[in-house]
């Protein structure tokens, strides 16, 4: 999209009077992670600036400022290195020469930032996730795969091959398709008719990548969506069929009491192996369900489910924060990228980095098992929690 200019009267309302040496005392204070060991405001912090600047703007600048807030945690390098070597913020996503201009001035007076709010708390950013697995790839040296992936038989830009043509380029041994089922109409969700043709291309994509000679397989799933009630919105036997299923939530994500009933029922479900996006959180719109997340994590241990890191950049849920209370569970990890794109395939490293912060071992992240072992392991918890399927219709 095409930077937009704003007229000077804007700029003056956005126009805070800095005290450098009280904003440097307030980030010297703030204990968070998020702010790195650097002399100048990182991306996270810019990040924080421009969502807090966009709540006093008027449209249109507000929604540039949302905007490039939101797309500050993708910019691929520290802003502050890139104003020390001459070069134009312009090249960032998000940002036009009027943001620029704004973000270059935060940078030489920094204005004080303040802790974020809970609905932009503990979101890493590209560089900041990159740095962790830089110093700790173990994680990332073992991944296979990718879990959670959207294509254009619902609401994704790509086809499933041109989805397992990316993931075959980026080294991985299998990828999970997993398109929106028939409750989610906003997302083009399929139906079980659909899904059965699905098998066909899936199966003729799987076959012409191993007549290349090209390794990677393409396992059946779908990402299932759940009523409040933790029920499914497609027939068992369908589902059956497939090789994992992701469940989620995608309705009354709004609700302020504890909902840890929600997520013991989800995770009961026999037709789900993994919760996908549990908090069902987004950057700076929602701030996602309330539980109590020790007790979910235990059941999804006892039945030996997995919990979602979604990397998606905006959705990075669960966060870190939560993946160490998961860590102490014992459940199984999936990582999934959420894409909806070949492209968004490389934001991997977001929930890559997010687990190696809290210190998830490979051996209880699905991404590091074998083709084989995933799908043994599906096996294994269809056939254990069947008995609960009378409890749960
Ligand atoms: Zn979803």
Redesign the pocket.
């Known amino acids: 999209m095409q930077a937009v200019e704003f007229p000077k009267a804007m700029v003056l309302e956005l126009a805070i009077v800095p005290n450098k040496r009280a904003a440097r005392a307030e980030r010297a204070e703030t204990d968070d992670s998020s702010h790195a060991n650097t002399d100048f405001l990182t991306n996270s912090e810019i990040a924080e600036l421009l969502a807090v600047a966009a709540e006093t703007a008027k449209m249109p600048l507000q929604k540039a400022l949302r905007r490039a807030s939101r797309k500050a945690f993708l910019w691929p390098e520290e802003a502050g290195l890139i104003l020390q070597e001459n070069r134009s913020l312009t090249e960032l996503a998000g940002v036009g020469p009027y943001l620029s201009k704004l973000i270059s001035g935060w940078m030489e007076d920094p204005p004080p930032v303040g802790k974020p709010p809970e609905i932009r708390q503990s979101f890493l950013t590209l560089p900041q996730a990159r740095a962790t697995l830089s110093a700790r790839g173990s994680l990332a040296s073992r991944l296979k795969g990718d879990l959670q992936m959207h294509t254009h038989w619902s609401d994704g830009s790509g086809s499933i091959e041109e989805m397992a043509r990316a993931a075959f380029d980026r080294g991985y041994e299998y990828i999970a398709i997993t398109d ?1 089922s028939k409750g989610l109409k906003i997302a083009g969700g399929i139906d079980e008719e659909q899904l059965q043709r699905q098998e066909e291309e899936i199966a003729a994509v799987n076959a012409a990548l191993q007549a290349e000679g090209k390794t990677v397989r393409v396992l059946r799933s779908v ?1 299932l969506n759940l009523d409040p009630a933790g029920k499914g919105d497609m027939d068992s036997r369908s589902l059956g069929t497939l090789d994992l299923v992701l469940g ?1 939530f ?1 309705s009354a994500l709004r609700r302020k009491e504890d909902q840890t009933e929600r997520y013991v029922a989800a995770l009961q479900n026999p037709d789900i192996q993994i919760l ?2 549990p908090r069902g959180r987004i950057y700076n719109y929602r701030a996602g369900l309330q539980a109590d997340w020790a007790k979910v994590f235990d059941r999804a241990a006892e039945l030996d489910k997995a919990v979602e890191i979604d990397a998606y950049p905006d959705r990075q849920d669960l966060s870190v924060d939560l993946i160490r209370l998961a860590r102490k569970s014992g459940c199984r990890i999936s990582l999934g990228t ?1 894409s909806h794109d070949p492209l968004q395939l490389r934001f991997m490293d977001f929930a890559l980095a997010a687990a190696t912060q809290a210190g998830i071992p490979a051996e209880r992240t699905l991404n590091c098992m074998t083709y084989e072992e995933l799908r043994d392991w599906a096996g294994r918890v269809r056939s254990g929690t069947a008995h609960l399927s009378q409890a749960t219709k």
């Open positions: 929106h990402e989620c995608h996908g996006h959420d």
